[in-house]
């Protein structure tokens, strides 16, 4: 009897597992964002609102101050864009305030969470951009290791690079070649590299930043790279200027 029960158990636990084994597959998967506007306001929710209206002042008067202002519209993209230019390039103007004279920033593109819209730039937005507790670091890598982590900014089909960084990759991710200022990297050569404490930890594909030496990196919260490119905002706005960067074959895809 025991014999026969186990049986019958087995044939309907097979058969429960046919049963519920899918025949579909997915075939692509899509998203897109959601623009949040006054689309979703045509009918307000009143409680919510009433328990928000206290809060709203004290935000407001933290996230409304303006910074700057764009000359462009400016946002993230592979293998090269005006937004990762523009934040590398900060890191190395960020530099001087620690007496370093990078010779490459490295921004990641994972690292960027907004885009910046053409006019007025208020703090919230760089808050946007900028939305991390990443701090500015400096770190020193070898030509040979420098050559590594491009091949791994090549994998990644582009990260932000400063100004001075020529990098040909393929379009299945190799690095073709790399130059910087206009010379080939030396291998035996030393580079001085500004990036944020997150990936000189070596995250986000970027490993090679564990080979490097000399890393200088500040933990106080003013070292936080949006109060650095807050900063370089509020420069460029006493001098009378719209912050704006461009593509220009830092990186460039064949």
């Known amino acids: 009897m025991k014999k026969q029960l186990l049986i019958i158990s087995c044939a309907v636990g097979a058969l429960f597992a046919i049963s519920c084994r899918s025949h579909y597959q997915v075939a692509s998967i899509q998203g897109s964002r959601i623009v949040i506007d006054k689309t979703y306001d045509a009918m307000p929710d009143a409680q919510a609102a009433a328990f928000i209206k206290p809060y709203q002042h004290q935000v407001d008067s933290i996230m409304s101050p303006v910074v700057g202002s764009c000359a462009r519209y400016m946002a ?60 500015i670091c400096f770190l020193s890598m070898t030509g040979e290791n420098l050559l590594k982590l491009f091949d791994q900014v090549a994998a990644r089909h582009g990260e932000g690079l400063s100004h001075g960084a020529e990098l040909v990759i393929s379009k299945d991710g190799k690095l073709i070649s790399a130059r910087l200022h206009g010379k080939e990297i030396d291998p035996k050569e030393s580079y001085r590299i500004a990036t944020l404490d997150y990936l000189a930890q070596g995250n986000d594909g970027l490993s090679a930043f564990k080979l490097a030496t000399n890393l200088v990196s500040p933990k106080e919260e003013r070292n936080n790279v949006r109060f650095i490119i807050i900063d370089y905002f509020r420069e460029q706005m006493k001098q009378g200027k719209a912050v704006d960067a461009q593509v220009e074959g830092r990186i460039v895809e064949k």
């Open 76 to 135: 993230a993209k592979r293998p090269e864009s005006t937004l990762s230019n523009l934040l590398a390039d900060i890191l190395v103007w960020g530099a001087k305030k620690y007496n370093e004279s990078p010779n490459l920033a490295v921004y990641n593109m994972g690292g960027i969470r907004a885009a910046f819209a053409e006019g007025k730039v208020n703090y919230g937005q760089v808050i946007d951009v900028a939305p991390f507790e990443n701090k």
